[in-house]
Every structure is written in structure tokens, then in C-alpha cells.
């Protein structure tokens, strides 16, 4: 008799724009086995990456933290440097060392960090309930969509866009800064729906050859940070060559005609100069661009990690404004999709404590903060004290040498809530074991779709691990909390908030999985219904201003702005930190499927530079400039420009 296998359902918690509906076959309370997509999800549609597909391999790993640790070593050296102590005594000594830090230096020493190890909702935010109750520091989170964010509302004034599900129904898919087949495979999956039916077009725009771009019918290598110099050369030949919507240019945008003449001297041979590319590319793409009314722009974050960041955004999310391109099924752009989701989550972050008075610290700042650094402290305490979730700031975090430098000092308390003891673990003084999101209950949404997931724990925590929410309940008791949000289960407050945001289920008990559909329909996710901007048009003119960090001398129209760091003879490189397949960050490098794929760190570089520099394949070379640096081997790589460094 074959014995019949239990299937659960789940979501993806990683910080991928995909959030992969996924179906867990549970062994029995504590092991599950087998990881696949869930085929009655429209956008996942049964297609998840590999590395999450061997996700029993990550949550019965071996070295997986299993018990709180208190260290009696030195900081840096890992399980060596750590006794086993129960988790009673490590939240008294964390509580105590955050009483006591706070009453010597003030309430804003304490700093909690966290950022996406985990992109449920109640288990990701409740760290601020926690924070907000003890007028703890703020954080600004910068790592990753803040500039992008900012350049993609200037124009349409809200986060949210075409339908994921649309990408199947174009003509034309244009993949600008991302790199779905490593980072993404849905987007891949839906494409090859619309290559299958239409002959659908694949266009890149990528500083190197990605595995994205090895597929398609045209991939552009430009110069890093020019992005917004090839997007008004394309917008240049638009005008120019009669591919401009007018229509719909003069019902749905601001000020097209000075748009028009602002890009007059922005042609394909400026753009060259600036972004490497040959103008007969830069022309075929603009053309294809313009005669292609389904064409789909999947806009990435990658080309906004410089200082022109914003600007690139805005100056390439302006493209389809041009051609129209939103009028059609299939066209149009899509970014992300988070403000779809008026949520009100008071209950898991504690917003009625919110005090606006209470500093912010810049998460990408954390080294210059624990530094001491007295621009980003304002006129507050030096940081003594840090609760950091789920997140490996010593490896992310930009200037290494000052993070680690920061990390080092002996007079800063460290309590790290963690799955496996990572470099940052590694400094703390307490470490806690975390549960897995399969160990947990919590609800997801999603920035490359429309739903939102709800999804109960699949088996029980192995060892002492505990959720976040669990661990900031019993550590905020030994505190002193009173917020109702610490008295409630986590499955307790993805109801409530469900119910506060006055969506149906919000009030049903029962511990299960389900989806709602945020979907707004055709015309309001193709701006058709007007964009999110009081006039509803779409601003060729940013307004920076309303961006409180915004710097001086943005360009306002669409342009390349020249602040980003330029090549020089002692800096002859400009580098490209790319996603690898099998990791994502400083996440799965414990999966040995993961190591084997990518063995060592490398740096691509192109023949001519390995040649003039007499560098040879596999050869070690240390990269870096004041910030940090590191020690990779060489490939010598010919799918990019000269003078590019992809690490």
C-alpha cells in the first residue's frame, strides 16, 4: 500500500520580489522533505528557484544555531568563542544591559536593527513595537529600494504597477538592472509564455552578460551608472522619429513638449560617449522599443545602487509614458508592487508610540554610527546597546572597515537574533537561535505580484529556537512593555491586522493558509484611472523635494547626472556587486548544492584589463578602495565593457 504524502502549504520569506507561493511535504511535526511551487498559484505557478526547492537541506542543517550562546572568547572567532547558557539567563543579561545602557547614556543608545532576513510582516516589523516603547533609536532602511523608491514615485507617485501576471502577454520584454534568471525565475517563466505565443522579444540592459542576458535578442553593456543617459537618448530618437504618443502624452503627462526639447541635445551619440554603448544599438533598441506597443518594462533595483540612482529611475520609468506603452495588456512597467497593500499594521509595529521626536539612524551608516561618527548621531547618545534581527550587517553593510572597526569595541552590548552563527552572530555577545519561517506562522506580501499570503507554520521549532515574535514578547516583558501587541500570538495579530485593514477573513480563527488578490484591475494598474499625483499625470518634473534626504541639484526632466565615481588612474575599475544564483546576500553560502555551484568568490574582468595588468585566470587579487576590500580569484570575462569589475 503507498503510503500517502502530506503536502502544506507556505511562502517564501526571502527578499526576492517573487514571493513563491510553495508547497512543503511535511515527514512528520519536526522534518519536511521535498520543496515545490505551487501550482495553483497564478504567478508562481509551480516554479520556484533551486536553491529554495532544497530548503530541507537549510532548515535540518546541522549547523544550525539550536541554542542560546553566551560569549566567553573573543569577538570575530565563531562557535569557539561561545558557551551554552539557557535562554532565561540570556534575556536577563540582554534586558539588563539595555536597563542599564539606557539609564546611563539615554533610551536612544539602544539601537535595534533588522532589515529582511525575513519578509513576514508580524515576525519582520514587531522589532519596531518593541522600539517604539522604549523610545529606542529609529532606523532608516536604505540597503536597498530607497533611491529607486523615490526615482519610480517622482514619476507615477505610487509604488505599484502592470500586473506580473502581464508579462506573458507581451510583445516585448525589457529587463532593465535585474538579472531574473539568477534573482527572479518567475519573470523567466511567464516570458517564455508570451516567446511561446507571439515571438515575444527579450531586450537587457545590464553592465555584463547575465545569464538574463545570455537569452536575449538584444542585450545592452553599458558603463555602470549611465542608465538615465541611455534612457533619454532612447526618449531622444522617440521624439525624433514619430514613435511619441501625443495623444496620450497630452492627457496622461505634465509638460511633454519641454520634456521634448529638454532632450533635443540628448542624442544616441551623447549617450554613446557617456554609456559605451554603439549608437546603431542604442537606435535598434529605441526603435524596437517604439514600434512594439506591448512592450514590458521589468525595472530592477541594481542600476540604483549609485549616487544618481533616483534620477536613472525616474529618467527610465519615463519610457513608457512616451510610447503610450500603458494603454495596452501586456505593456506598460512594473517595479514593485508593495503599496498595493494598505495594511494597517498599528498592532504588529506599534505606531500609536510612534514618537516622531526620537532620532533615526541610517541602517547603511552603521559603521560611521558605531564610529561615533557625529553627523549621523545628531545631538544624541552614542549607540551602546544593539538588538539586530535577522540581518548580517557585517557582511552587507557598506564601508566594511569601519563596520567591523564599530563591531570590535568592547563597550558595545550585542544581542543577535540569528539562524546560523554568521559574521555579525559572531560578534555579539548573546547569540538566539531563530526559527525558520516553516516554524513559525506569519503573512507575506509580495513586490513582483499582487498577493497577499497567509501562511501558518508547517513544523514544530527544532531545539530552543524561537520566533521573533516570541523572543521580543518574553525579552519585552523583562522590560516592562504594556503594548496589547506583546499579549497577543503571532497568528493572533496576522488576524487582527487583516481585520483592521477591513479585509474579509480578517476575523476567521482557524490556523490556515490563504491569498487575497490585491489586484486593482487593468485601469488602475495602467494608470488609465490617472497616476498617483494630485493633477493624475504622469511628472516628466520631479518633485524632490518631497523626498526628505533628497540631495541638491537633482536634474528635475529626465538626464544622466554627473555625480557618480568616475575611473581614475588609482581607481581604473568601476564594480559591479552581482547577485549570485545559488545565495542570496550572505544567505544559503551553508548549502553545500550552493558551494559547489559557485566554489570560490570571483572577479570577472575583461581580457584586454587582465592582459594589461598581467593578471591570469584564477589567480588571487585583492579588490577594494578606503571603504574595504577583499580577495577574490580572476575570470577573465569578455561579456562587458573595459574598466568593469564584476564581483
Not at 517564501?12 to 511535504?25: F, G, I, N, Q, W
Not at 511561446?196 to 551608472?225: C, F, I, M, S
Not at 559574521?423 to 516554524?439: G, N, R
Request: hydrophobic share 35%; with cysteine.
Amino acid at each position: 500500500m503507498t503510503e500517502s504524502v502530506q503536502w502544506a502549504h507556505s511562502t517564501c520569506p526571502h527578499d526576492c520580489p517573487s514571493t513563491c507561493a510553495l508547497e512543503v511535504e511535511v515527514i512528520d511535526s519536526k522534518t519536511i522533505g521535498r520543496v515545490r511551487g505551487r501550482k495553483g498559484h497564478p504567478y508562481t505557478d509551480g516554479v520556484i528557484c533551486g536553491k529554495v526547492s532544497r530548503y530541507a537541506d537549510r532548515v535540518h542543517h546541522p549547523n544550525r544555531l539550536m541554542q542560546p550562546l553566551k560569549r566567553v572568547g573573543p569577538k570575530g572567532v565563531g562557535m569557539e568563542s561561545y558557551t551554552p547558557i539557557s535562554w532565561e539567563q540570556a534575556l536577563d543579561e540582554t534586558a539588563t544591559a539595555f536597563q542599564e545602557t539606557a539609564k546611563e547614556f539615554g533610551s536612544e543608545s539602544v539601537w535595534p536593527y533588522f532589515y529582511a532576513g525575513t519578509m513576514g510582516h508580524v515576525q519582520r516589523d514587531g522589532i519596531d513595537r518593541l522600539r517604539h516603547e522604549m523610545r529606542y533609536s529609529g532606523q532608516h532602511s536604505t540597503f536597498c529600494i530607497t533611491l529607486a523608491d523615490s526615482g519610480w514615485n517622482a514619476g507615477t507617485g505610487k509604488k505599484r504597477g502592470t500586473d506580473g501576471r502581464e508579462i506573458a502577454e507581451c510583445e516585448l520584454l525589457v529587463v532593465w538592472g535585474g538579472n531574473p534568471v539568477n534573482t527572479q525565475i518567475n519573470v523567466m517563466h511567464q516570458f517564455q509564455k508570451a516567446r511561446r505565443a507571439r515571438n515575444a522579444k527579450l531586450v537587457v540592459v545590464d553592465p555584463y552578460r547575465t545569464d538574463t542576458a545570455e537569452k536575449a535578442d538584444l542585450h545592452l553593456k553599458l558603463r555602470p551608472g549611465t542608465d538615465g543617459a541611455l534612457a533619454c537618448a532612447v526618449m531622444h530618437v522617440l521624439f525624433e522619429e514619430d514613435y511619441a504618443d501625443w495623444d496620450y502624452l497630452e492627457q496622461y503627462t505634465d509638460c511633454p513638449q519641454e520634456l521634448r526639447e529638454h532632450l533635443k541635445h540628448r542624442d544616441p551619440q551623447w549617450a554613446s560617449a557617456k554609456t559605451g554603448i554603439p549608437v546603431s544599438q542604442i537606435l535598434e533598441f529605441a526603435r524596437l522599443y517604439g514600434s512594439t506597443p506591448r512592450s514590458f518594462m521589468r525595472i530592477g533595483y541594481g542600476f540604483t545602487r549609485s549616487r544618481n540612482g533616483a534620477t536613472a529611475m525616474h529618467s527610465v520609468n519615463s519610457l513608457p509614458a512616451v510610447t503610450g506603452a500603458w494603454k495596452y495588456k501586456g505593456g506598460g512597467a512594473l517595479y514593485g508592487n508593495t503599496e498595493l497593500y494598505q495594511l494597517n499594521k498599528t498592532m504588529i509595529c506599534g505606531l500609536d508610540l510612534l514618537d516622531p521626536k526620537i532620532r533615526i539612524l541610517d541602517q547603511s551608516r552603521i559603521g560611521p554610527i558605531l564610529c561615533g561618527d557625529a553627523q549621523d548621531l545628531g545631538t544624541g547618545p552614542p549607540v551602546k546597546a544593539m538588538l539586530i534581527q535577522n540581518t548580517n550587517p557585517m557582511m552587507v553593510a557598506p564601508e566594511t572597515r569601519k563596520v567591523r572597526q564599530g563591531f570590535m569595541r568592547e563597550d558595545l552590548f550585542i544581542c543577535v537574533h540569528e539562524q546560523f552563527m554568521t559574521e555579525t552572530a559572531a560578534m555579539a555577545d548573546i547569540v538566539l537561535p531563530a526559527t525558520s519561517f516553516l516554524e513559525h506562522d506569519d503573512y507575506y506580501t509580495a513586490s513582483g505580484h499582487t498577493f497577499l499570503q497567509i501562511s501558518p507554520a508547517v513544523i514544530e521549532p527544532p531545539g530552543e529556537c524561537r520566533s521573533n515574535h516570541v523572543m521580543l514578547q518574553q525579552l519585552g516583558t523583562r522590560l516592562g512593555v504594556k503594548h496589547p501587541g506583546f499579549q497577543m500570538t503571532a497568528w493572533e495579530l496576522v488576524l487582527k491586522t487583516l481585520a483592521d485593514s477591513g479585509f474579509e477573513g480578517g476575523n476567521n480563527p482557524e490556523k490556515r493558509s490563504f491569498q487575497i488578490d490585491f489586484d486593482p484591475g487593468f485601469e488602475t494598474s495602467h494608470y488609465l484611472d490617472g497616476f498617483e499625483h494630485p493633477d493624475g499625470r504622469f511628472h516628466f518634473r520631479a518633485d524632490w523635494n518631497q523626498w526628505p534626504f533628497a540631495a541638491e541639484g537633482m536634474p528635475q526632466l529626465p538626464d544622466h547626472w554627473e555625480v557618480i565615481d568616475e575611473a581614475d588612474s588609482d581607481k581604473p575599475f568601476r564594480l559591479v556587486t552581482a547577485p549570485a544564483r545559488w545565495f542570496l546576500n550572505s544567505t544559503f553560502t551553508e548549502l553545500e548544492i550552493s558551494r559547489k555551484k559557485l566554489s570560490k568568490p570571483r572577479v570577472k574582468l575583461h581580457p584586454q584589463d587582465c592582459q594589461e595588468m598581467g593578471f591570469s585566470e584564477g589567480q588571487g587579487v585583492r579588490i577594494g578602495n578606503e571603504r574595504g576590500e577583499v580577495q577574490l580569484e580572476v575570470e577573465p570575462f569578455d561579456g562587458m565593457q573595459p574598466g568593469i569589475a564584476v564581483g
